[in-house]
Nanobody
């Protein structure tokens, strides 16, 4: 069982930056691949980026490549999402998720545990 708690969301102007954190409970955090997803009102939850258990491999959606960076600190049971050059279309609730049996998947159904989400709002 893994519990995930996101933090770091907020309101930022276009072009600005935010760093989201996702703190995980449990001693098996390093066994899980981690992902970030986002969801806007009226839209399906969409893949943003993912990282493997060691942090050595990542995969990102084309819409965020070159702007967002995922990283993890297994000693702190935390995964991060550094978001730079934010755009109004990045506005969404951002969720972190943990997957035991898949790596770098874009498929929502492949993730086993989810956080409650944190709101990111980018003003123009």
């Amino acid at each position: 069982q893994v519990q995930l708690v996101e933090s770091g969301g907020g309101l930022v102007q276009a072009g600005g930056s935010l760093r989201l954190s996702c703190a995980a409970s449990g001693r098996t955090f390093s066994s899980y691949a981690m992902g970030w997803f986002r969801q806007s009102p009226g839209k399906e939850r969409e893949f943003v980026t993912a990282i493997n258990w060691s942090g050595g491999r990542t995969h990102s959606a084309d819409s965020v490549k070159g702007r967002f960076t995922i990283s993890r600190d297994n000693a702190k049971n935390t995964v991060y999402l550094q978001m730079n050059s934010l755009k109004p279309e990045d506005t969404a609730v951002y969720y972190c998720a943990a997957a035991m049996y898949t790596v770098l998947s874009e498929d929502v159904s492949r993730y086993d545990y989810w956080g409650q989400g944190t709101q990111v709002t980018v003003s123009s």
